[in-house]
């Protein structure tokens, strides 16, 4: 789930309209597609693939912006692997 206090709303084409119960009561929320990978360290760039992540895009009752299966968020640690130092890092370190 993904909160659209955070700009889930923008720019991403909606594929569906519905998700049931999930967090607490049935809400009208719109279901999208989103690539991601993780957050990357400032010497570091991750040269992994994005991944495809179906997102429901709604008002949450939380204090979280985003809710990630479980399975999702093991992709994502074993993603790290590909974080690469980036060039200008190198050359300060010569």
Same mark, same amino acid.
């Given at each position: 789930?993904?909160?659209k206090h955070t700009g889930g709303d923008t720019a991403v084409p909606k594929l569906a309209s519905a998700i049931k119960g999930v967090v607490g009561? /049935? %809400?009208e929320a719109n279901v999208v597609s989103v690539n991601i990978k993780p957050c990357q360290e400032q010497q570091c760039k991750n040269i992994a693939p994005y991944i495809p992540v179906m997102f429901a895009v709604c008002n949450l009752s939380? /204090? %979280?912006d985003v809710i990630l299966c479980?399975?999702?968020v093991q992709q994502l640690q074993e993603m790290n692997a590909?974080?690469?130092l980036r060039n200008h890092s190198l050359t300060r370190m010569l």
């Open positions: 789930m993904f909160s009561e /049935a %809400v939380t /204090a %979280v479980d399975d999702v590909y974080n690469v």
